[in-house]
Structures are given as structure tokens and as C-alpha cells.
């Protein structure tokens, strides 16, 4: 993947780096020498800029090739451009949707947990009293007509599409995600006619940009897919972008950044209409070996 360049090396954003070893740590066993590795990195990540490749091996206790190797596993050109991805890890990440919204726990820092649950109470009676139900009924047709579906999102919208993941499940209906970014761009750019995308985005940038990226690089693998795009997002302007298909709005009522939280509640309405729609697979099933008898 091609990054802004910087004084002639490719700048990485913060956290991108960290989140590539998780990703590898959660999908190795134990005893392979990549989880080793990435497990000692991640308890070094302080001290990786400071380390030549050599410094690194030793510490891993395995050759310089096999770092070598490891980094460019993980999506860099060498070590150096490894190291400049760890310098990011230095820096403190802010989501700001606009500039004028507030995460969950500096907000409670600030207001105290009782101003905070009574915020968090009025978004989501906000969010089922404005429920869009005739999106959620065709994304939930989407959801059982489409050969594939696949959701992604980054940072705290992984976890949604996740949990989307394992809701629908319950539907037998299969639903596809990777934390991987760069799994996650061969998806979508490869994604067929047979395929929905069912897209987590708070502001919208995910389809965009790049925004783990030092100067938020443009994104393509969307002008690209051949996929129906779903976006899930508080960004009304989306609407209109091209690459999407269609928006279901989570429109929540305050500044505060409760999109995590609303996220599930969301999916389970979603799984609350998919139930009502098709049933369980288990019932259906059960009725058909009535009618049999």
C-alpha cells in the first residue's frame, strides 16, 4: 500500500502499527515465532524507534532476516519503514467526529457519570423513537438475499461489525469482517454483484480516506467494488456519495461520541426485524419436519 512520503520514506498514522500486531497476535497460536515476535514488539513499542533491526533480532532471540521478513508481513517495505510506523505510537489519537463532539470518558472526566448516564438515556430513546424501519427492512432483505455479506469499519466500528458478525449467526446467516486494514481493502475491492457491504462509519470517512494514515490518503477500493455499499453513519452528507447505495442513519441527539454503544443497540434491531421477518433457521427447520410427518 502506497503512503504519503516524508522526507523520502512513507509516514505511518498512530496506532496503525499497533493494531497490525494485535491483529496477527489474535489470529496465531501461542507457540509460533510470529506471535513471539510481535508479542515482545508489542511490549517494547516505546523502545522500537530506538532499536536497529539487529537490537530488535536479539531481543527476539531470531536472525535480522526473520524481522525482516516479519515486517514486510505486516505490510512494510523494510525496517526503517517499520520504525516510523512505531514513532506514530508515541502520539495520543483523538477522534473528533467535527471538531465539536466529545469521547465517552472525557466527558464523564468533566460532567461526572450521572450527567453522563442521563445523556446517554436521551440518545438512545432518540435512537428508537427515530428508528428508520423501512432501511432496516431492506438492509435486512439485503442481509438474506445477498450470496455475501461482509462488514467492516476501524476503531471502535470493528467492534460493531463484529458484533454484527456473531448476531447474525444466530440467523445462520454467515456475515464475513477482518481487523485486518489490509485484508480489509482486498475485500472490498475485490467484492462482487453478489455481495453486500455493510459499512460502520460514525463520520462517514471510512469511505473516504485512509484516516489511520498520516495525512488521511485517499481511499480507492470503493470506486472500485462492484458491491452494493450499506453505510451505517451520523454523517447525513453521505447520502449523496456516490459509492454509497444506500444510508441508514444513526442519528444520535448530543455531543457526546455515543456511537460505540448505539452501534449494538442498532444491531439489535436489525436482528429484532431479520427474526421477525424470516424467523429462526431452528423453527423454520422444525416446521418443515411437521409437515413431513
Partial sequence: MVIQEAEGRKVWTMYILYQRLATLINGEDADTTEYHIASVMMENM?????????????LCNV??????????????EDYTDFKWAAMGE??????????STINITDFICQNGVNTYMDVLARDIRHLFEGADFRKIDALVR???????????????????????????SLYRKFVYTT?????????IENAEEDTVLVIFSNSGRYINVYSRLEGCPKKTCFDK??????????NEKMRDDPRVDD?????????????????????????????????FPQENTTEETEIKR
Fill in 46 to 58: 516505546d523502545h522500537i524507534v530506538e532499536n536497529s533491526i539487529g537490537e530488535i533480532a536479539k
Fill in 63 to 76: 536472525s535480522k532476516s526473520t524481522i525482516s521478513k516479519f515486517v514486510r508481513g505486516l505490510g512494510f
Fill in 90 to 99: 508515541k502520539k495520543k489519537e483523538i477522534y473528533t467526529k467535527d471538531g
Fill in 142 to 168: 439485503d442481509i438474506h438475499e445477498y450470496k455475501k455479506v461482509a462488514a467492516f469499519g476501524e476503531v471502535y466500528s470493528e467492534t460493531a461489525a463484529l458484533n454484527f458478525q456473531y448476531k447474525m
Fill in 179 to 187: 481487523i485486518d486494514d489490509m485484508k480489509q481493502t482486498r475485500y
Fill in 225 to 234: 467494488t462492484k458491491a452494493k455499499v450499506v453505510l451505517v453513519t451520523s
Fill in 247 to 279: 444510508c441508514l442513519i444513526l442519528d444520535y441527539s448530543d455531543k457526546v461520541q455515543n456511537h460505540p454503544i448505539l452501534y449494538q443497540l442498532l444491531i439489535e434491531q436489525i436482528a429484532l426485524r431479520y427474526q421477525q421477518i424470516y424467523g
